[in-house]
Nanobody, 121 residues
Framework: QVQLVESGGGLVQAGGSLRLSCAAS????????MAWYRQAPGKERELVAA???????NYANSVKGRFTISRDNAKNTGYLQMNSLKPEDTAVYYC???????????????WGHGTQVTVSS
């Protein structure tokens, strides 16, 4: 079984920074892609940023130039560096990873439980 655990959320003032982490654990054979999604109250979950094992990245237009996604393959951990935070960035942030377990060697998506990010004005 594979688990994703997010950390690093919290309360920050507008203009501040936070760094989210997503640690994958369990019987992992390979991680193809990691991504961050967010869901604000009353809104649908949306993609914030994603990266593949090849190093390609993509970002939502609303966070381009402010957020940076990265990963440490040796630690099976992904990160989201968030700078110049705005009140509209307030949401629960979820980690998503496409992982092949050691048992099945088949890729499937996994989700973390989310971490709250609140940006005050």
């Amino acid at each position: 079984q594979v688990q994703l655990v997010e950390s690093g959320g919290g309360l920050v003032q507008a203009g501040g920074s936070l760094r989210l982490s997503c640690a994958a654990s369990g019987s992992i054979f390979s991680i193809y892609a990691m991504a961050w999604y967010r869901q604000a109250p009353g809104k649908e979950r949306e993609l914030v940023a994603a990266t593949t094992s090849g190093g390609s990245t993509n970002y939502a237009n609303s966070v381009k130039g402010r957020f940076t996604i990265s990963r440490d393959n040796a630690k099976n951990t992904g990160y989201l560096q968030m700078n110049s935070l705005k009140p509209e960035d307030t949401a629960v942030y979820y980690c998503n990873a496409v992982v092949a377990s050691a048992a099945t060697r088949q890729y499937r998506p996994y989700w973390g439980h989310g971490t709250q990010v609140t940006v005050s004005s």
